[in-house]
């Protein structure tokens, strides 16, 4: 718990809120379209983007406590496909703006939640974490980061690490690269992919739009800048325009050229089956990906054995536990906040976390949770997530707002259409100006 609390009071230092969101899926009644009205009261409409693959197993984790736990109600599944919630996050805001609330939207602790929370989309549950005794569940900084001024707004589901690189040890060999062992610095990686290229083969990074990318360039800023550095690019220590910062986005660019030229084509699953992990193993062509840990989620929906793929955190950042946290709200507007709120009980119970992480790839955000029966990588990430410096990722709302995300994300596929390390650097600049002082706006 000490730990856990040193951790979390660095995390205050980049992110003076967060909010963790957990989420449901699937049921009997699912549609997206379902309505809450009427007769239909008794539903419980929850979205995410946990639509297909292991994130939808997470989803139907939880949904099958909430079917014992909360079995007046009917759980409603309105997830809306699409990788970092590129689609739900815009669909979500126009329904909130119309008045169109589900009973409960998944939103990350964090810079993402704090939009919702200064626009007054989501309600005080402060009560509900009193009632359901999670004042005691997560280590307590984490609630000092989804609380603001002294209210809770969200329950958190889980803690996932974005700065992780996943290997085909198959492809590798090619080049004799040892897949069981991360190159030390992101040069040394990119000397590698150099090898792995003069080996034939083709895709020696397999890469994918919008927020891949823009977790690619996080992971590369991390490794070089280290993670002081790269924690003052969120508080306004770092200078976005400083030489440090432009010699780690030319390393970027390096790595982005050994990238598939269809990255724009394709979201991080499409891009992991295709290139890195297709149906048969021998086929690949692709030797890392850089993605957060549902990656291992759905390579067990896919059946993928974990013994078919090595992992290890970005090159240069060992020791270093890019965190994001998913979490669930009670919005305002919400048409059943009764069956909201025991959705929210299920979603912050020890039974809720460890169905849902089991298979999420995630661990849980509980405090309490042990690693006895998880897949091999989460009881890792649970040993890892106790001993590592902590890091927010922009890219799933731990560092910075909405906005800035997507400002960064449209220097993304800017860059990758005009590799250009002048233009992208001036606009992360231009970004940061505009939102670094993101959490004055808070109460
Ligand atoms: C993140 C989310 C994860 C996972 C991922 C890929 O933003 O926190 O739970 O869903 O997107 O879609």
């Not at 707004?153 to 996932?160: L, N, R, T």
């Not at 397999?206 to 991390?222: D, Q």
Request: aromatic share 10%.
């Amino acid at each position: 718990m000490t730990r856990v609390r040193r951790k979390m009071a660095a995390v205050v230092a980049v992110a003076a809120v967060l909010v963790v969101s957990a989420c449901s899926s699937s049921t009997s009644t699912s549609t997206s379209k379902a309505s809450n009205t009427g007769a239909a009261i008794k539903n419980v409409q929850v979205f995410t983007w946990w639509a297909a693959g292991g994130e939808k197993a997470g989803l139907d984790g939880f949904v099958s406590v909430f079917k014992k736990e909360c079995s007046q109600y009917n759980f409603v599944n309105a997830a809306v496909a699409g990788g970092g919630g590129d689609k739900a996050k815009t669909l979500l805001a126009n329904n909130l703006k119309a008045g169109n609330a589900p009973d409960s939207f998944q939103a990350h602790a964090g810079g993402e939640l704090s939009d919702y929370i200064a626009n007054g989309q989501v309600e005080d549950i402060t009560s509900v974490f009193k009632a359901n005794g999670l004042d005691n569940a997560f280590p307590k900084e984490l609630v000092s980061q989804i609380t603001v001024a002294g209210k809770v707004y969200s329950v958190p589901a889980d803690i996932h690490r974005a700065n992780m690189v996943w290997v085909n040890p198959v492809v590798l060999k090619k080049a004799k690269l040892d897949p069981t062992k991360a190159p030390a610095t992101v040069k040394d990686w990119i000397a590698d992919l150099a090898k792995l290229k003069a080996a034939g083969v083709a895709t020696p990074l397999v890469l994918s739009k919008g927020f891949a990318e823009e977790m690619l360039l996080e992971t590369t800023l991390l490794g070089d800048l280290g993670v002081d550095k790269f924690n003052g690019l969120f508080d306004g220590k770092t200078k976005w325009d400083g030489a440090d910062v432009t010699a780690a986005l030319g390393d970027f660019k390096t790595l982005v050229g050994y990238s598939n030229t269809d990255r724009e084509t394709m979201d991080w699953d499409a891009a992991m089956s295709k290139y890195l992990m297709p149906t048969d193993p021998a086929t690949a062509t692709g030797g890392y990906q850089v993605m957060g840990d549902w990656v291992p989620a759905q390579l067990l929906s896919l059946k993928v054995p974990d013994s078919a793929y090595t992992y290890w955190p970005a090159p240069g950042t060992d020791g270093v536990y890019q965190w994001l946290s998913d979490s669930f709200t009670l919005p305002k507007g919400a048409k059943n906040p009764e069956g909201s709120k025991c959705w929210l009980k299920v979603v912050g119970s020890a039974d809720g976390q460890k169905a849902f992480n089991m298979v999420k790839g995630s661990i849980p955000a509980r405090s309490d949770a042990t690693s006895a029966g998880y897949p091999k990588y989460q009881q890792w990430a649970m040993v890892q997530w106790k001993s590592s410096k902590l890091a927010p990722s922009l890219a799933h709302g731990s560092a910075g707002p909405g906005a800035w995300n997507n400002d960064v994300q449209t220097a993304m596929s800017a860059f990758s259409a005009n590799p250009d390390v002048a233009t992208l650097q001036k606009s992360l600049v231009a970004a940061a100006t505009k939102y670094a002082s993101w959490r004055s706006t808070l109460g």
